[in-house]
């Protein structure tokens, strides 16, 4: 390879001179043709027309060859799919012919099912010659069908129930909100790797929550953070369904999560002193000594959690104002409801609490108890 050159004797003097291409007549630089004819010849991409993109009309998963390749993409409007199905109709379907194409599409004309596009290819055709630029008119007809995914999740596939229960009371509404947030987020950061990753049932009723999962790995995962988040008690039991296709025994999971009748906020006695309860997690559970005025932490493995029994709901603190408070005297506090007046020691409150400021408290067997800031 490499340019074709003439040599002239033009005044005694030996010149040079590029050959012509011989398909146009410019200077050729590559085979005897120019830039121009060489790329024509060399075409940075194949790619056939009409193509056939086979979506699932639930999620919008794409069929390819062996499968369903799912989207990362989540949109509400299905209108909004397309350019990422067609990123991946267009992996499989663009054959490259040379390194570093840089690929465009420019949407040309859309009908129900049927899209035209200006497919635009960016590259090199030879490393010798500048980058240019090829335009391709692709037809993509669309055709819709269910994906396995969705075609178990419909028909209410699953492989293990996680019940979320609590000891005698009823979840709260924050509860619900938080437990519901953790199964959405884990479920769509598995799908991409799990078929199996779907909810396909959710039921609330007064002893709590029941979700039904495709995936039994999925189920354990969010079983395992649940109940560290709550410090929970766990039970597993497993039912024997039916034998699969080679003979070997299928069963469904149950996992059962018991929190505690205690939740943050609320009141419990650790060592029989009064204490609330101000977060729950995998390190433990750290309370704050109403007594002592500290905070601590405790996991279910230490001596003191057997001491730990429920005392009362956070609701039951009450609201006070600070009404005086004078350097050397007590601090007066009125009950916001009864309007009752209050003193307590003023070593109990920052320096920078003054007359006006909202405070909470805990009345217990008529022994009044300052909570901690919130």
Same mark, same amino acid.
């Given at each position: ?24 007549? %410019?200077?050729?630089?590559?085979? +005897?043709? /120019?830039?121009? &004819?060489?790329? =024509?010849?060399?075409?940075?991409? @194949? ?91 692709? %037809?993509?007809?669309?055709?819709? +069908?269910? /994906?396995?995914? &969705?075609?178990? =999740?419909?028909?209410?596939?699953? @492989? ?215």
């Amino acid at each position: 390879m490499g340019q074709t050159l003439i040599d002239l004797e033009i005044c005694g003097r030996l010149v040079q001179l590029k050959a012509p291409c011989y398909q146009c007549g %410019e200077p050729a630089v590559l085979d +005897g043709v /120019c830039s121009e &004819c060489y790329d =024509k010849e060399h075409p940075l991409i @194949e790619v056939k027309t009409p193509l056939t993109l086979h979506a699932c009309k639930s999620c919008g998963s794409v069929k390819i060859p062996g499968g369903w390749k799912k989207l990362t993409f989540a949109s509400a409007d299905s209108d909004d799919l397309w350019p990422h199905q067609l990123d991946i109709l267009l992996d499989i379907e663009v054959k490259p012919l040379v390194h570093g194409i840089e690929l465009t599409i420019e949407e040309e004309k859309r009908l129900d099912r049927v899209l035209h596009i200006i497919l635009k290819a960016l590259g090199q055709s030879h490393k010798d010659l500048p980058p240019h630029e090829e335009q391709y008119s692709v %037809e993509v007809r669309f055709s819709y +069908g269910t /994906c396995d995914t &969705c075609g178990m =999740k419909s028909g209410g596939y699953y @492989e293990a129930t996680l019940q979320i229960r609590v000891d005698e009371r009823q979840l709260t509404e924050e509860e619900e909100d938080d437990i519901v947030r953790i199964v959405t987020e884990m479920t769509i950061a598995q799908y991409e790797f799990d078929d199996k990753a779907f909810v396909s049932k959710i039921t609330s009723d007064k002893y709590g929550m029941n979700f039904q999962m495709g995936s039994d790995h999925l189920c354990r995962s969010i079983a395992d953070v649940l109940e560290s988040r709550y410090l929970a008690e766990r039970k597993q039991n497993y039912k024997l369904v039916g034998q699969d296709k080679g003979g070997k025994d299928k069963y469904r999971t149950t996992i059962l999560i018991r929190l505690h009748r205690f939740g943050i906020g609320d009141f419990v006695r650790v060592l029989d002193k009064p204490c609330q309860v101000i977060e729950m997690s995998k390190g433990g559970l750290t309370y704050f000594d109403l007594v002592r005025r500290q905070r601590f932490t405790m996991n279910p493995k230490s001596s003191k959690w057997r001491t730990l029994e429920y005392l009362t709901a956070k609701d039951e603190k009450r609201e006070f104002m600070i009404t005086t408070r004078v350097y050397g005297q007590p601090v007066q506090l009125m009950d916001s409801k009864t309007f009752e007046i209050t003193e307590l020691d003023e070593s109990l409150f920052d320096d920078d609490i003054e007359a006006g400021t909202t405070v909470y408290g805990l009345i217990i067997d008529e022994d009044f108890y300052l909570l901690p800031r919130e």
